[in-house]
């Protein structure tokens, strides 16, 4: 049930400025959603990036060699990215970047607010100087265009296990990524703000010298 109304712009900031992944992914626990964490090796390129936006995934394949149109369909992917849209790609086999200077000025151009992908980036210098918020598994320069095509775009995706689908709510912070799905957003988002306030008041009292078995026992909250 909607419990909050409030524009994706509002949500996005209320998202970064209040919240984060920990105690986000508590909540999704709590309501029965344990594996909405991406894989743990995607890790954003500097350790002060934070994402919120509106998955676009991209279904990407492994070719072998040049192709008759290189990239596949990744330039018509990138072109119908919209404002406050997180671009995620899942993993292949091959090894190679996902993502890279011209994507990111593409995606910037469009209005997107992040990149996700389960593997490598490239040209990371001229990233950063974009600052726009990317998440990957490191830095590797290897070029995908003879590895990697994008077979389809706006399209539910699997990355390690999380099924992603169009619009589905993307947070990210140095402790990794999540993924909320639409159904539970509302819920997930007020809850975590309840704790997020509880876990303030836990700490506050511990400091001031209240046990961690005492604190416990009074807010249910560790």
């Known amino acids: 049930m909607r419990t909050a109304t409030r524009t994706d712009a509002e949500l996005f900031e209320l998202v970064n400025t209040r919240l984060y992944t920990a105690v986000i992914g508590d909540i999704l626990d709590q309501l029965g959603r344990p594996t909405q964490f991406l894989p743990p090796q995607i890790r954003p390129l500097v350790p002060t990036m934070r994402l919120a936006g509106r998955a676009m995934p991209a279904l990407v394949a492994d070719v072998h060699g ?18 406050g849209e997180v671009w995620l790609a899942p993993r292949t086999s091959n090894l190679a970047a996902m993502w890279g200077e011209i994507l990111t000025a ?99 009292a511990i400091e001031a010298g209240m046990s961690a078995t005492d604190a416990f026992a009074a807010y249910g909250v560790l």
Do not use: C, W
Not at 71 to 77: D, N, R
Not at 166 to 182: A, E, K, N, S, Y
């Open 66 to 83: 040049p192709q008759a149109k290189p990239f596949g369909l990744l330039t018509e992917a990138l072109d119908q990215l919209e404002p």
């Open 106 to 204: 593409t995606a910037q151009s469009r209005g997107a607010v992040g990149a996700v992908v389960d593997g490598y980036h490239r040209d990371t210098v001229k990233v950063l100087g974009q600052n726009f918020p990317v998440f990957s598994h490191g830095n590797y320069a290897q070029d995908s265009s003879i590895r990697t095509i994008v077979h389809d775009y706006r399209t539910p995706v699997t990355m390690g296990g999380v099924r992603v689908a169009p619009g589905d709510l993307v947070v990210g912070d140095i402790d990794g990524v999540l993924v909320i799905p639409r159904d539970v957003e509302d819920e997930v988002i007020e809850r975590a703000l309840a704790k997020a306030s509880t876990e303030n008041v836990v700490r506050q």
